[in-house]
């Protein structure tokens, strides 16, 4: 592969024009969503499609998430059912990801041959002023090297990718910071969610009236994995430091950590304060710690410093009910990480 210059650009309408227009030659731009930053191309296009694999290192079994400006992008490429419309009403724009029966028009290497395909209208203003301008609807997985912990600002992208990518738009730090949550919505009455993020199984329930299937916890029997989203493997979003999990941080445990490992608490305390102790959130917020959880990896990662383990805390199993979903989304993220 040839080492492309790359740039990063600031959202004015002239960078906008241009991007734009870099997307219609077929061309890659890493643009920022409100979940993670991605890297985006032609949906419509078989090459942009594959340079996206090549770009990430990505194995052609996992499939990309199509971006859309409006619903009429969707009919472009999926086929619609009423579920559709209620959970579009009620949470799009935004991080909420559908998989549909797809339509011909979608390139097979965007679905990994599979006969759906996943569908998301993001809320990112700049992003969405991009596919107003291109007018295409645009696969973008999250813009980094595959299997490595999900870019949440600029710098995050130019670091993995440079050299291999032209263009990054700055959008700023990403506000949730974990990627959009993931439901099947092929049977309408039987919604599954594929992978948890910000929108829990009880919000869809609410709006459509039906039970929705949550995400399966442990790792799935055999006959269960093709249930999951393909390409969710158990080992992604890792750090190369090793990361051991724990049910809470505690001042007791801290006193057994050597001071060459990195702690990880979800919330700052009092008690715990020491050079190697990072607290997630300072406001006691699961909102800010999952903001703050893949920058706090990634600055742990090195090479600044080489910590030989990163610790982290588990959301608590029962979390208020406003944290339900984000709890279970970290906690899908720290597994990963760990595996
Ligand atoms: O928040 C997000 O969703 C971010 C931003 C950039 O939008 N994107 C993202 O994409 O996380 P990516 O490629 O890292 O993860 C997409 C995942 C795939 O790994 C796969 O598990 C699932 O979406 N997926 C895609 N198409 C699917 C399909 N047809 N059926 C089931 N799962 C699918
Ligand atoms: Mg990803």
New binding site residues.
């Given amino acids: 592969m040839p080492f492309l210059k790359t740039r990063i650009y600031r959202g004015t309408p002239r960078n906008l024009a241009m991007l734009a227009s870099a997307l219609q030659r077929g061309e890659l731009v890493a643009?920022p969503?409100e979940?993670?930053?991605?890297l985006a191309g032609n949906a419509f296009s078989t090459d942009a499609c594959a340079a996206i694999f090549r770009a990430k290192g990505?194995p052609a079994n996992?499939?990309?998430?199509v971006?859309i400006h409006d619903l009429a992008q969707l009919d472009q490429l999926a086929h619609r059912n009423p579920a559709v419309e209620k959970l579009a009403r009620a949470f799009w724009p935004g991080?909420l990801?559908l998989?549909l029966p797809?339509k011909d028009t979608v390139p097979d290497l965007a679905?990994?041959g599979?006969p759906?395909?996943?569908v998301?209208m993001?809320a990112h203003p700049l992003f969405r002023a991009l596919l107003k301008k291109c007018g295409l609807p645009l696969v973008?997985?999250?813009?980094n090297p595959f299997g490595y912990i999900?870019p949440t600002c600029a710098a995050h992208v130019r670091d993995g990718l440079r050299g291999k990518i032209r263009h990054i738009l700055n959008g700023g730090d990403c506000d949730i910071g974990?990627?959009?949550t993931?439901v099947?919505l092929r049977g309408p009455r039987c919604p599954k969610i594929?992978?948890p993020?910000k929108i829990g199984a009880a919000e869809i329930a609410r709006v459509l009236r039906v039970p929705v299937t949550a995400a399966a916890k442990k790792r799935p029997a055999k006959t269960a994995r093709a249930e999951?989203?393909?390409?969710?493997l158990s080992k992604h979003y890792s750090p190369k430091t090793p990361v051991v999990l724990h049910a809470r941080i505690t001042p007791a445990l801290i006193a057994r950590i050597p001071k060459n490992e990195a702690v990880l608490p979800l919330f700052a305390s009092e008690k715990l304060r020491d050079e190697n102790i990072f607290p997630l959130s300072e406001k006691q917020d699961l909102g800010e710690a999952a903001h703050n959880l893949f920058a706090a990896l990634r600055a742990l990662d090195g090479p600044e410093k080489i910590w030989k383990r990163i610790h982290a805390e588990l959301a608590p199993a029962s979390p208020a009910l406003k944290d339900r979903a984000l709890a279970a989304a970290l906690n899908d993220r720290l597994t990963r990480a760990a595996a």
């Fill in positions: 643009v969503t979940t993670v930053y991605g990505r996992d499939p990309l998430i971006h991080p990801t998989v797809k679905t990994s599979l759906s395909v996943a998301r993001p973008a997985p999250s813009a999900s974990l990627e959009s993931i099947d594929l992978r993020g999951l989203a393909p390409g969710m």
